[in-house]
């Protein structure tokens, strides 16, 4: 680690063993520090520490920080190659140069818009349904790249992300963190074993107004129980080590 005593940047060896990085896979600013860098520094905790643990943690944000940074670089100045690939699919005839700096400012407006309007979706939601109360779920639904527009796409915030890590960092003293997967459904955030849906761990729902953690029991019934914010999912670590002692006691 590397700090000023203000910016903090954690480093390992993952391009070349016994060889720090150029890149960090972890920086933050103490003044500017998210909710979702606070919960990656969970992990270092003593009492969460483990090195194998860290070190795929380390792995998965080195690359989602550097696809983070170009992705926010194509949105505020996308480049030709991004640009060609939207235009190529609308545009009837070839895309001169002309053309091209047409549809870089069209693709600049179209993500603006879209961005924009996923916000304002989600204040509507929330001021219009503030005691809406908890619908039974449907199936989780997985949309094709052919699947009609207009349904409803789901999206996988950083807080349902924060509380899987969470989970992870409660479990792995019993499995590799790697068995310890998630999917995204309409309605609640789905946490399994080994990416089986035959093994439920626990269930999130946080984009309500109220928020609230979905624990299975050995006939694999849910009991939902409210929780305040996502730090809270600490006090389940004993419900979710039972819940997947189940699996690992069938498994032998």
């Known amino acids: 680690m590397l700090t000023n005593g203000l910016i903090f940047r954690f480093y390992t060896d993952l391009v070349e063993p016994n060889k720090m990085d150029e890149k960090p896979f972890l920086e933050f600013n103490i003044e500017e520090i998210k909710d979702g860098q606070i919960e990656q520094l969970k ?35 996308p480049n030709d190659e991004f640009v060609k690939y939207f235009a190529r699919q609308v545009y009837p005839s070839v895309v001169t140069s002309k053309v091209l700096e047409a549809f870089r ?10 961005i924009n309007d996923t916000i ?24 094709s790249p052919g699947a009609n527009t207009q349904e ?29 997967t998630h999917r995204d459904a309409l ?47 600490y006090k389940f670590g004993s419900e979710l080590d039972s819940t997947i002692e189940i699996y690992l006691d069938t498994k032998k």
């Open 152 to 180: 409803r796409e789901i999206v996988t915030t950083q807080e349902e992300l924060e509380g899987f890590y969470i989970v992870r960092s409660l479990l792995r003293q019993k499995v590799p963190s790697s068995r310890i």
């Open 120 to 143: 304002n979706d989600r204040l509507k939601s929330a001021i219009s349904k503030p005691d809406s109360p908890i619908q039974e779920e449907p199936t989780p639904v997985v949309l």
């Open 105 to 114: 400012v069209l693709v600049k407006r179209t993500i603006t818009n879209i």
């Open 43 to 77: 992990e270092f905790h003593k009492a969460y520490f483990d090195v194998d643990n860290i070190y795929q943690s380390a792995s998965e944000l080195k690359y989602i920080n550097e696809i983070r940074q170009l992705v926010n670089q194509e949105f505020h100045e």
């Open 187 to 233: 309605s609640y955030f789905a946490i399994f074993l080994d990416d089986n849906n035959r093994k439920p761990l626990c269930r999130l729902y946080l984009n309500n107004s109220k928020k609230y953690i979905g624990i299975f029991d050995s006939e694999k019934k849910e009991s939902k129980v409210e929780i305040q914010t996502i730090d809270d999912i």
